[in-house]
């Protein structure tokens, strides 16, 4: 082998010297390290013990201003105020007891809670922990007039979101909070970190990322106090994007009037392209309570409320859609050609089939009409027999068709996508197999039929456009801030449902009609050609003969609807609106609708009539209306 | 096989005692380090520490189990085979990351440049064994090692990681002055070096240029590229003599210090253990040094020599340049120190070169004593 040729001319006695002068040489330069950190730790030992004490370089992040939220004509709706917020370095306090006497007379608050805050300070060594969110002015300047009895303290400013106008589309535009750990750890959030505030719901929410922004940094020198002496380096945050949102706050601030006092809600929606002009839910909220912190008790409060203030019922409701249902169940009946636009069925005031006996509206029934004449007269009799006539499977597919039974996805948290029945659905659901019966009832929307406002505001855009679904925006542009250019958010088509325009204007004809001369007058305009349709949705089912409304408790009251479009030959709104347990949908939902469509025309002809209303209107939102009265009248459009 | 009882007898329990004491004095460290980095995020880089060095000590178990003459035989294999590696990194990580070091293997980010110092020493001994000249090498004989050494360090260098080609360069420097050159190649070779700086500044990187340039003149760029040197130097000399005390480092706990688990873990040490702790950990070191030298010396084969000679020259310049680098005598070349800086590739590529160590320790005695061919093939 190799090695033993190896051995026999290897000698260790000549590698002993060899080895020896690097052995030695090692040793020499590992000690020279060693009289090197004898210099450093030593001679010049104190001079950078001090440096290290002195050495107060922080790095603070700057928290960047959340991107602006502008309605469609650039009237703020969300911006940021600075909060002062008070803040101790524990480490650069003396005498920690000192600064909670201190302090606890200064802000006027027992000196147990600040301890307690400060005790928690020890988890962060050598960072500033937030001791007090957003002190008042006068708690401000007291604390930088005693900066000296109160080394260790800083304040730090950082920006704090406003929602200038309480309330106002307060569940689109949604509020902020501070990051969970469960967010955190989600990994949607990299930008964050924790203690930031984020969207908790609406746009906020989804918009998350846009509006967020990129944190800057900056690096100071500190003295031993723990007060700034200098800046060393700053690295500017990127402000987040400000979203222009499609809606027009005065026609918002109409909706909400309108429904002001009663639970419901109201979509309006341009049917050209599907942007989002108005979305109402009522009870609102104020916005401005979540940014400050909620105690847990007006936390509780909020959500136990019966009339859930937090939901926004324009997506999150679901209801019966009532005969406002009728639209779908005729275009099924035309495709599938169960019916013509001519065909006459007769109705008695009742139908009867098994056991069961089912009632039209009116007791005397309609006689002998065609489809024109249901829809305007909103026949239960006659959607009865084409039901039947469909089976629920094809009312299921058509309904689907026009955007029931599935989210809409527009970009708001937590959409509902209601429901639309079928033999499948009910042998899943409840295990049974489906009776000829509960036809009868979802044809007319009602029994198993649930809808949310935007849905129906989706199906009557349809009518208006003569069959093109769109998916509903509620931001039509965002602007990156400092030059970053605009970004429009297109239309986006989601399909043309399957009806032929012949059997679509049927339709819609019979809707114009129900406003003209039918079950819907309440909603007529001078002037302006409306189409709609009225809707009562039964909450519960009643004995034989419908109660006055006066005579049920609130609870079993049914849910008024109206959904309209106009003007009739070139639409450019179509409104969908619900009010719970508000009785008959012409008379009390017509007249809503109404008046959101007269706003909307009002509002597009820069008409002078809704100058003084909308000065009024103001009033509920602000106590200081400053020049947005004069902005009001003078908004023109940013986003088309 | 059976084992030799001579084996164990034999085994270097001093060596084992000296890896293991700095291994904890490491572990003890990265506590200190990440404990306000890390600390309430639940990611335990110490813990992680603790599992490279058991695995370390596997490899190390594994490397000394069997006879080290078998490294003859597949040190040419191993070396073109990581030689292969070298180029997939540079390929696979100009087109993943635009540069990158490592492979992923999921479990483990395995860096060839790690491998290839210990494999180089592998072939550089047995190289200078097959080619013995007794009366020094001329510079004609060391063109195919230079070629060896070179091949691999310009592939590293255009990783780009100066720092383990400059190691790797050092490396073979300090093997062929063992192996003994003519004075005359001596002095030709440093003129030509001297000339060749130029060069070799002409190819660097922008980045590269200002480490050399910031480690001339911290003082110009205090809050750029010399401020992680300043730092370092604040947190080493403001340990003084007997240190600011465990996770009381208040240049490393407040987070100046950059790198201060990896590269720059000694300057945590030396801050919060002070002079005491440094001049500790150091003599531990140089303990390693001296004794490995001295396995060298005692091994009664040529390639026993060599390897042992250049896995302590390996350990010695690791020592040296990540020390000096910290203390701001060197330039920050990101070059970790053994066992004490955290990452698996740095502690498994240190275990093997000790297993090396003990293995030639363990098997000088047994070498010319009746039936070692068996025992040991």
């Known amino acids: ?640 | 096989m059976l084992i030799d009882r001579r084996l164990i007898n034999n085994f270097d329990w001093l060596l084992l005692m000296v890896v293991l004491i700095i291994a904890s004095i490491g572990v003890l460290n990265l506590y200190s380090a990440t404990f306000s980095t890390f600390g309430g995020t639940g990611q335990k880089i110490y813990v992680k520490q603790i599992y490279w060095v058991i695995m370390g000590l596997c490899c190390m178990i594994a490397s000394l189990s069997f006879d080290y003459h078998k490294f003859q035989s597949y040190a040419y294999p191993a070396y073109f085979i990581n030689l292969f590696f070298l180029v997939v990194v540079l390929v696979i990580g100009r087109a993943i990351s635009g540069s990158q070091r490592w492979i992923n293997l999921g479990f483990f980010s395995y860096q060839p440049s790690e491998s290839m110092k210990v494999i180089l020493i592998m072939v550089l001994a047995k190289y200078f064994c097959l080619n013995e000249i007794k009366d020094g090498y001329s510079l004609r004989d060391l063109i195919t090692p230079a070629f060896l050494v070179l091949m691999p360090a310009v592939l590293i260098l255009k990783e780009p990681d100066l720092g383990s080609a400059f190691i790797l360069v050092l490396l073979s420097g300090i093997m062929f002055l063992y192996v003994r050159i003519k004075w005359k190649t001596i002095a030709l070779i440093s003129i030509s070096g001297i000339a060749a700086a130029p060069v070799a500044w002409h190819f660097m990187k922008d980045y590269q240029r200002n480490r050399i340039l910031t480690f001339m003149s911290p003082d110009n760029d205090p809050l750029g590229a010399g401020y992680h040197i300043i730092q370092s130097k604040i947190a080493v000399g403001s340990g003084q003599f007997w240190g600011k005390g465990f996770l009381k480092g208040t240049q490393s706990q407040l987070k100046f210090l950059p790198e201060q688990h990896t590269d720059f873990a000694f300057s945590v040490l030396a801050e919060e253990w002070g002079l005491m702790g440094s001049l500790v950990l150091i003599l531990l070191f140089l303990i390693l040094v001296l004794w490995g030298l001295n396995i060298a010396q005692r091994s009664r084969d040529q390639y026993g020599n060599m390897l042992a000679f250049g896995v302590v020259s390996y350990l010695f310049l690791e020592i040296v340049i990540n020390v000096g680098m910290v203390t701001g005598v060197l330039p920050v070349v990101g070059i970790p120190l053994p066992l004490i800086s955290y990452g698996g590739s740095s502690v498994i590529s240190t275990m093997i070169s000790l297993g090396i160590l003990m293995n030639i320790s363990m098997r000088r005695f047994i070498f010319h004593s009746a039936g070692s061919e068996q025992e040991t093939s």
């Not at chain 1, 599938?336 to 089939?353: E, F, H, M, Q």
């Open chain 1, 1 to 640: 082998m190799k090695h033993s040729d190896l051995l026999d001319t290897y000698d260790p006695e000549e590698h002993r010297l060899r080895i020896s002068i690097f052995a030695i040489s090692m040793a020499v330069v590992v000690l020279l390290l060693l009289v090197h950190l004898w210099y450093l730790q030593i001679i010049k030992g104190q001079e950078y013990k001090h440096l290290s004490e002195n050495n107060r370089v922080r790095f603070l992040d700057v928290l960047p201003a959340r991107g602006l939220i502008l309605d469609r004509n650039g009237i703020l709706l969300a911006d940021n105020r600075p909060s002062y917020n008070l803040a101790v370095t524990l480490e650069d306090v003396p005498d920690p007891d000192a600064l909670v006497a201190n302090l606890s007379k200064i802000l006027d608050t027992p000196a147990t809670l600040l301890e307690e805050r400060i005790n928690k300070a020890r988890n962060v060594p050598f960072k500033s922990y937030r001791i007090k969110s957003d002190i008042q002015w006068d708690e401000l300047a007291k604390i930088e007039t005693n900066k000296l009895i109160l080394p260790g303290v800083s304040i730090e400013i950082e920006p704090r979101r406003n929602y200038v106008l309480k309330s106002a589309a307060s569940h689109m535009i949604g509020y902020l909070g501070e990051i969970t750990l469960p967010q955190l750890k989600s990994g949607r959030y990299t930008i964050n970190k924790p203690g930031d505030q984020v969207g908790k719901s609406g746009i906020e929410k989804e918009w998350q990322v846009s509006l967020n922004g990129q944190r800057g940094q900056r690096q100071i020198e500190v003295d031993a106090a723990g007060r700034e002496l200098k800046e060393l380096s700053h690295q500017d945050p990127t402000p987040g994007s400000n979203l222009y949102l499609t809606i027009d706050i005065r026609l918002q601030m109409v909706a909400e009037e309108a429904l002001r006092g009663n639970a419901g809600a109201i979509v309006a929606m341009d049917p050209r392209n599907g942007s989002i002009l108005a979305m109402a839910s009522s009870p609102a909220f104020d916005q401005n309570v979540f940014v400050r912190g909620l105690t847990s008790g007006e936390w509780k409060d909020l959500v136990n409320r019966s009339d859930h203030p937090l939901e926004n019922r324009a997506i999150q409701g679901q209801y019966p859609p009532g005969s406002t249902f009728k639209i779908i169940t005729a275009i099924a009946g035309l495709e599938k050609g169960v019916i013509t636009p001519d065909t006459r069925l007769s109705c008695s005031g009742s139908y009867a089939l098994g056991n069961g006996v089912y009632r039209c509206w009116r007791k005397g029934g309609h006689g002998s009409i065609n489809l024109h004449r249901a829809i305007v007269d909103s026949c239960d009799v006659y959607f009865y027999k084409v039901g039947q006539k469909l089976g629920v499977d094809n009312i299921a597919t058509y309904a689907r068709d026009l955007g029931l039974g599935q989210v809409t996805g527009i970009n708001l948290a937590n959409e509902k996508p209601g429901l639309v029945p079928d033999r499948e659905w009910k042998l899943r659901r409840f295990k049974e197999s489906w009776q000829k019966g509960e036809t009868l009832p979802v044809a007319i929307g009602q029994g198993f039929d649930l809808a949310t406002p935007l849905q129906m505001a989706q199906v009557i855009s349809a009518m208006a456009n003569k069959g093109i679904i769109y998916k509903p925006t509620v931001v039509a542009q965002i602007e990156k801030v400092g030059g970053g250019g605009v970004t429009k958010v297109a239309p986006e088509v989601l399909r043309h449902i399957d009806a032929s325009p012949r059997h679509i204007e049927a339709v819609r004809n019979g809707l114009l009609w129900v406003v003209e001369g039918g079950t819907g007058t309440r909603a007529k305009i001078p002037g302006i050609k409306v189409a709609g349709k009225t809707g009562t949705a039964q909450v519960i089912k009643i004995g034989k003969t419908r109660l006055k409304l006066q005579q049920l408790p609130y609870k079993y009251r049914d849910h008024a609807w109206f959904v309209a479009f106009a003007p009739y030959d070139s639409p450019e709104i179509a409104v969908s609106v619900l009010m719970e347990h508000a009785g008959h949908g012409g008379s009390t939902a017509g007249p809503i609708a109404k008046r959101v469509i007269e706003a909307f025309l009002a509002l597009k002809n820069n008409s002078k009539e809704w100058d003084q209303t909308l000065q009024t209107l103001l009033k509920n939102y602000t106590e200081d209306p400053g020049d947005l009265a004069n902005q009001f009248r003078e908004a023109r459009s940013h986003v088309d």
